[in-house]
């Protein structure tokens, strides 16, 4: 059995380990690692992160793409490791999140003094190189509708602080925590709003529109901005920094690939807002293709003779149903899903395999085994996020820093109910087999393990539930699965994308969960399964059917 | 076949509370004794220490004359048989392979048939019970596959938890019946924990009266009743009778 196990593990192993990255073989037939160009999960960012795969592969250049990865820390982390090669970042990002410094009055008064600065210092700290800016600004915007404007004559910030005390605000939670946001716009402008409502970004400009908010967060090139005629208000004291977009280049990148740098470069100073707005409205309102947005982009710059969207783009303004939506993405669906349940399946045997074990050998020094179960516990309690984004320089972006989390998270129930299980298995029993000289292994292998294999189970379905979830977040990190429309459609607030992945990794939960339901029941220990014998009609036997007491 | 069983001025605490003080007892071969007295007497502990399920902390322990703590644990305990008081038959195992479970053991050749003999002699027919799963037996069936389990791999000898304690009155009366076939058959020497003066005196031949983890006084129950050595002693056989007289007036 232990070989059979031992082979499984090595299987296992190498699976994880050749999955997601070119076999040794692979790479040396290509004499370069393709460029990995990623983006931020959010409508402007895939659409810039294609604009680049698109002019790179105009070139002859082989680009690989991770779209959607987490967050800023999640996305720099990854470029920052040589994981992915380019992806779209902005000034004011760079300086307060990434390098935590703060805004001189110098460079409040000029753009280019922002990234002057936080390209010297990018390049000093983590020799990673920001190319000059595509030449436009995506800053924080603050918008109200267009009655609520001309009620209040409002124009600026200072008008708005003028009459905050009137207004509602609804504030997306990254607004309402950066230093940035919120806490230095009241103190700058004295702005108290009558109240303050977190909201999600997907769901602010329906808020705005709706009036259930009045004042709201936005991004200055919001495609949204103009689909609802919002007006937004000029930061007439420069309180918010300057957000200049700019692809931001990995260390490898710039060493080794300055054909890719020269290709990059050529979108540089290119593009202004109302263009980026048209762009980005084409997206996020009449809902278009990136891919398509992105070849219109590089053909009315005159950098690419169009490849893709050659025809005249008819904008798809009427939607199908839902149900006809997600059957023309059901292959897609299926290849998703597929990924899903291999990651999912993946991390579960590899977490069988070192918790079980570990839960049998725990009960063998019980002293240490609540501090073991404890600190897997802990790991537990680590956001998923940010989990992914510790792995990623250890382990880059893909497959397995996905995989190595997965793990973690699937070992504590399976750990803790094979502890819990053997150990609290019938002790009378147990205790009566050591009296009749079974050596601890016996007693082990007859009467703990086969004692306790429902609760082992229902440890690894409780395992591989949480694990069905939790990888829907392992797209934030370019794992794909069913987490990939969720997270676009959560960017794009385009609640039909997000249900085509919720709705399935739903599913998958239930059908894995019942899978290993069947399980369980074939492990369940003789006594435990519904009785066999024709002793059943024997009415003289019934009373011998009582438990055990 | 019997062993002979014998404690020599054993003492064993829990912590800091003492559960046996300085106890000396002998059981010549073929010989059973009764350890009766009250919950906290320190009756099971000396039974435990005679499997090595206890390691007193002073004192030795002899079976067949060799001191416990020469022999291995595991060996010697598949000598002798030991029976809790619930049974504690494995839950899921057939009452056939409960039995069968120290013959394996032991790598007896043929476990299977030994274990029939056993369930025989304990009175359980293998062909209607051998099969069966221990929730399927009544609680005195239970008891007798326990007992039978006890002997199957002919153990010369038997320790006996308040095995008979949980069953009611008929079917202890079974019960008693199932072991005292089988002690006539096999002559093992066998020590039995009880609280029931009567059951002691119906399948021991001698008794030791223990309390806080000393012998009061060891003899047949004729020498106790007649001759109590302490106010204990005595106490306890005046409450057995006076519950006698009320049954039987």
Redesign the interface.
């Given at each position: 059995m232990t070989h059979t196990l031992r082979r499984l593990a090595a299987g296992v192993v190498a699976a994880v380990c050749s999955w997601g990255s070119p076999s040794a073989a692979q790479r040396a037939t290509q004499d370069v690692r393709p460029v990995v160009v990623a983006s931020k999960p959010f409508g402007e960012s895939y659409l810039l992160a294609e604009i680049f795969a698109q002019l790179l592969e105009s070139h002859g250049l082989a680009v690989e793409r991770r779209p959607g990865l987490g967050a800023t820390e999640v996305a720099f982390a990854a470029l920052r490791s040589n994981a992915i090669d380019v992806y779209p970042e902005y000034t004011g990002t760079g300086l307060l999140a990434i390098l935590h410094d703060s805004l001189t009055a110098a460079m409040r008064a000029d753009p280019r003094r922002t990234f002057d600065h936080v390209s010297r210092g990018f390049a000093a700290a983590y020799g990673v190189r920001w190319l000059p800016p595509l030449g436009f600004q995506n800053g924080y915007a603050i918008a109200v509708r267009r009655e609520t404007a001309e009620q209040h004559r409002l124009r600026t910030l200072t008008d708005l602080a003028r009459a905050g005390s009137m207004l509602t605000a609804g504030f997306t939670s990254d607004f309402i925590g950066r230093p940035d946001g919120l806490a230095g716009l009241s103190r700058e402008y004295g702005l108290t709003p009558k109240a303050v409502r977190p909201l999600a970004p997907a769901v602010k400009y329906v808020a705005l529109a709706s009036e259930a908010v009045d004042v709201i967060d936005g991004y200055s090139t919001d495609g949204l901005l103009a689909k609802y005629d919002l007006v937004t208000l000029d930061d007439d004291r420069r309180f918010f920094p300057p957000y200049e977009a700019a692809a931001l280049i990995s260390a490898r990148l710039a060493n080794d690939r300055p054909d890719a740098i020269a290709v990059l470069t050529r979108l540089s100073g290119r593009f202004d807002e109302a263009r980026m707005r048209t762009y980005n409205r084409r997206i996020e309102v009449d809902g278009e293709e990136i891919r398509r947005v992105a070849a219109d982009a590089l053909r009315d710059l005159g950098l690419v003779v169009s490849a893709v969207g050659g025809d005249s783009a008819v904008p798809s303004l009427t939607r199908p149903g839902f149900v006809q939506f997600l059957w023309s993405r059901r292959a897609e669906t299926v290849s998703q899903a597929l990924r899903h349940l291999q990651l999912v399946l993946l991390a579960l045997v590899a977490a069988v395999l070192v918790a079980l074990p570990l839960g049998l050998a725990l009960e063998r020094s019980r002293a240490s085994a609540e501090w073991v179960v404890g600190a897997l516990g802990v790991l537990q309690t680590i956001p998923s996020i940010a989990l992914l984004a510790f792995m990623i320089p250890l382990l880059g972006v893909g497959v397995k820093p996905a995989l190595v989390a997965l793990w973690l998270y699937a070992l504590y129930p399976i750990a803790r109910n094979t502890y819990t299980g053997v150990r609290d298995a019938?002790p009378?029993?147990i205790?009566?087999?050591?009296?009749?000289?079974?050596?601890a292994r016996?007693r082990l292998l007859?009467?703990r393990l086969?004692?306790a294999a429902p609760v082992i189970l229902a440890g690894v379905r409780t395992a591989a539930v949480i694990s069905v979830g939790a990888a829907t977040l392992a797209a934030f990190i370019g794992a794909g699965g069913l987490g990939e429309p969720i997270v676009t459609g959560l960017a794009l607030a385009d609640s039909r994308l997000i249900l085509s992945g919720a709705i399935p990794a739903a599913l998958l939960a239930l059908a894995v969960d019942g899978a290993l339901l069947l399980v369980e029941r074939a492990v369940a220990?003789?006594?435990?399964r519904v009785?066999r014998?024709t002793?059943l009609s024997r009415s003289s036997?019934v009373?011998?059917?009582r438990?055990?007491? | 076949m019997s062993l002979s069983l014998a404690a020599n001025n054993v003492s064993h605490a829990y912590g800091g509370s003492v559960a046996l003080a300085g106890v000396t007892a002998h059981v010549p071969e073929g010989a059973v004794l009764a350890l009766v007295g009250e919950s906290g007497s320190g009756k099971t502990t000396l039974l435990r220490t005679f499997n090595r399920l206890v390691d007193p902390d002073a004192g030795s322990v002899f079976v067949s004359g060799e001191d416990v703590r020469t022999l291995d644990p595991v060996e010697l305990r598949r000598r002798v048989g030991y029976v809790p008081q619930h049974g504690g038959l494995l839950p899921h195992w057939t009452a056939r392979r409960n039995v069968a479970l120290v013959p394996t053991l032991v790598g007896m050749p043929d476990a299977g048939r030994a274990a029939d003999e056993a369930l025989e002699q304990a009175g359980l027919d293998p062909a209607e019970f051998g099969g069966r799963l221990p929730r399927e037996l009544s609680g005195g069936q239970r008891q007798r596959a326990a007992i039978a389990r006890a002997f199957a791999a002919r153990q010369e000898a038997m320790l006996l938890d308040e095995p008979f304690g949980a069953l009611d009155a008929i079917t202890r009366a079974e019960a008693y019946e199932a072991f005292e076939r089988v002690r006539r058959e096999l002559r093992f020497t066998a020590i039995l924990v009880t609280h029931d003066l009567a059951e002691a005196a119906r399948l021991a031949d001698r008794v030791a009266v223990m309390q806080a983890g000393r012998i009061e006084q060891i003899g047949t129950v004729t020498e106790l009743r007649r001759n109590p050595a302490t106010p204990y002693v005595q106490s306890l056989f005046a409450r057995a009778e006076a519950a006698l007289d009320a049954l039987v007036s």
């Open positions: 019938d009378e029993a205790e009566a087999c050591e009296a009749m000289g079974a050596t016996q007859w009467v086969p004692l220990p003789a006594h435990l009785p014998h002793l036997n009373a011998g059917y438990p055990r007491g | -």
